[in-house]
């Protein structure tokens, strides 16, 4: 049987392939605290026309900040690996594990198709095939007249998905304009003008398609001056600007006196910009409304005070309990109260020699999550909930790569056999489909991702060998351990066999028989956050038609059934009733703990 995984646009499913058997270690497991997961890596094959190309650059890229969906230059930045293939055409990259990655190949004149978002710990082959590049071509020209200087713009790729990481490429056209944009993967991309003193942007949204020739009409967009005052309504030098406008891309920056230019913005309509002092406010969106002028502008120059912050302080230590420095710690905005994009909220600081680390520009309507970055593998710290009778100033303090989920796999002997350890939760979010997959850390023994407080469900999945799971609890106090730890051990799937008997001991044929959760009816609702993610499995991974759940007996009595968990509490249900759920059916006879009983089976209705 194959198991259709998790769809690649929530995170690569990989098998995990085992020459022999493993038995779980005997004994306590040590405690299995790493500050930082063992390097995981992508690699594959570069190919054109299917044959190796050396010499190829492979790049690999991952969102800066764990951040997704928002606008701002921050939410959009990302970190590039690159590799370069050998004479074969093989590469390999490490990255972060738990991060959408994006993938492609390229040499001076060809390209790959993006792969991703894909994600590590990724076994396997990541092969590229390179195929002709298709450039975006086209010219500029200013409503009929032509331009008379290089204009510089942004290509910004249409993501397929909200997971999907970033990519961006600028350039400059000649000076009459016209511009040819070589080496892109195919597919649609926006223009955006770069802004400068000539304050252009396009007539319109600019969406670009590979190989296809583009005329781009300009206009002068309108100015404004906007000047910004601090809580005292003295002006703030050094704060940062960006606007967010579909048109252009435009950051500057405010001198002594609070004041900063800015060009290009849309007529006659309101504009956004995202504001960042140094101190004393917090980053924060002003919305720019139009002036009153018959045009509908913006007015030429605008006064607005830095928005109300807060401040949040934490600590950070390494795995032995001794401070950490240097660690980059992220505040990601994850809920507005006034539905802008969290993401842009967000703040990136560093701890000091004594671990510590501070963020005094946070927006007083936002939610953040505290993350620190071990290079590039998040390990989150907590939350930040602005509400006046849960804010807390200063955050528990965090121990690098604690609050894990440590696992000891065995497998039975025989093999060779492929799995798979994943980790569902927290049991809050009520999310029976995401999970994030366990790394391994040497022999049998798999780790989780640091994880939030809250409960968990830890799961391997076979598709010979079905699953195991447990349920267990991550504590914001972890008592100087650094995971908890349990085994988890894969059998072959439990084979159910036997005779649904009446009182005289005669085979009843017709009745109905099933498998179910412990203490549930027919109908087989969950009754643990661990069984709703088994309904999902059943359902994606593991086929009535292959594995029988339940069944209806023969002339004789006899069934069979297949519990793909060879060791779990489920009952055995057999009932005459047509429809066994109907309030006014009779109960069904029930065999508890049908797992721990032999075949054959006999279950009497009497």
Not at 47 to 69: E, F, N, Y
Not at 87 to 101: F, I, K, S, T
Not at 386 to 397: C, G, T, Y
Request: charged fraction near 25%.
């Amino acid at each position: 049987m194959r198991l259709p995984f998790v769809p690649v646009a929530l995170l690569a499913a990989v098998l995990l392939p085992v020459r022999r058997g493993p038995t779980a270690q005997s004994g306590p497991l040590p405690d299995i605290g790493v500050s930082k997961t063992p390097t995981q890596s992508i690699e594959g094959r570069v190919l054109r026309d299917g044959q190796p190309v050396s010499g190829a650059t492979v790049t690999c890229a991952w969102r800066s900040i764990p951040a997704v969906g928002g606008n701002s230059e921050m939410a959009r930045a990302t970190t590039e690996r690159t590799a370069t293939t050998d004479a074969q055409g093989y590469y390999r990259l490490e990255v972060p594990p738990w991060r959408d990655l994006r993938v492609h190949a390229s040499t001076a004149d060809a390209i790959s198709p993006i792969q991703g978002p894909i994600s590590a710990p990724f076994t396997g082959s990541v092969d590229l095939t390179l195929e002709a590049g298709a450039p975006i071509t086209g010219k500029f020209d200013l409503e009929g007249t032509p331009v008379k200087a290089a204009v510089q713009f942004a290509l910004d790729r249409l993501l397929p998905s909200k997971t999907s990481v970033p990519m961006r490429v600028l350039s400059k056209s000649t000076n009459d304009g016209s511009f040819r944009v070589d080496g892109l993967p195919k597919g649609k991309w926006q223009l955006r003008i770069v802004a400068d003193e000539r304050g252009l942007r396009p007539l319109a949204v600019q969406l670009c398609e590979t190989g296809v020739n583009h005329d781009i009409v300009l206009k002068g967009g309108t100015r404004s001056d906007v000047v910004f005052v601090d809580r005292d309504g003295k002006p703030a030098e050094g704060v940062d600007i960006e606007v967010i406008d579909h048109g252009i891309v435009e950051r500057a920056t405010t001198d002594a006196t609070g004041r900063a230019h800015l060009v290009g913005l849309q007529r006659g309509h309101a504009t956004t910009i995202i504001a960042t002092p140094k101190t004393g406010g917090s980053r924060c969106y002003y919305p720019l409304e139009p002036g009153m002028d018959p045009q509908g502008d913006l007015l030429p120059e605008m006064t607005l005070q830095l928005a109300e912050t807060y401040s949040v302080s934490g600590k950070v230590f390494a795995t032995d309990g001794t401070p950490a420095k240097g660690i980059p710690v992220v505040f990601r905005g994850a809920i507005h109260g006034a539905g802008y994009p969290p993401a842009d909220f967000s703040h990136v600081v560093t701890s000091d020699a004594d671990g510590h680390f501070s963020c005094s520009r946070l927006d007083k309507h936002l939610f953040y999550e505290v993350e620190a970055l071990i290079d590039g593998e998040i390990q989150p710290i907590g939350v930040v909930d602005p509400r006046p009778h849960l804010f807390k100033a200063e955050l528990d303090s965090f121990r690098i790569g604690f609050r894990r989920i440590a696992v000891d796999i065995g497998l039975p002997g025989g093999g060779p056999y492929t799995f798979e350890g994943r980790i569902y939760g927290p049991k809050d979010r009520g999310d029976f489909s995401s999970y994030k997959k366990l790394v391994r850390v040497e022999g049998s023994k798999f780790v989780s991702p640091c994880l939030t407080p809250g409960e968990y469900a830890t799961f391997v999945v076979s598709d010979m060998l079905g699953f195991a799971r447990n349920e267990s609890a991550i504590r914001a106090n972890t008592g100087g351990k650094a995971s908890t730890d349990f085994k988890l051990s894969l059998e072959q799937p439990r084979v159910l066999e036997g005779k649904v008997l009446d009182a005289g001991r005669k085979g009843i044929g017709g009745a109905k028989v099933a498998i179910v959760f412990e203490g549930s009816d027919f109908e087989n609702q969950p009754r643990r956050f661990s069984d709703g993610i088994v309904q999902a499995l059943w359902q994606d991974s593991y086929p009535a038609e292959k594995f029988p759940r339940e069944a209806t007996t023969a002339g004789d009595g006899s069934f069979r059934l297949v519990c793909v968990e060879s060791n779990g509490f489920y009952d055995l249900l057999a009932t005459r009733e047509a429809n066994p759920n109907q309030q006014a059916a009779i109960p069904p006879t029930r065999l508890g703990r049908v797992l721990a009983v032999p075949n054959p089976i006999e279950i009497v209705i009497r």
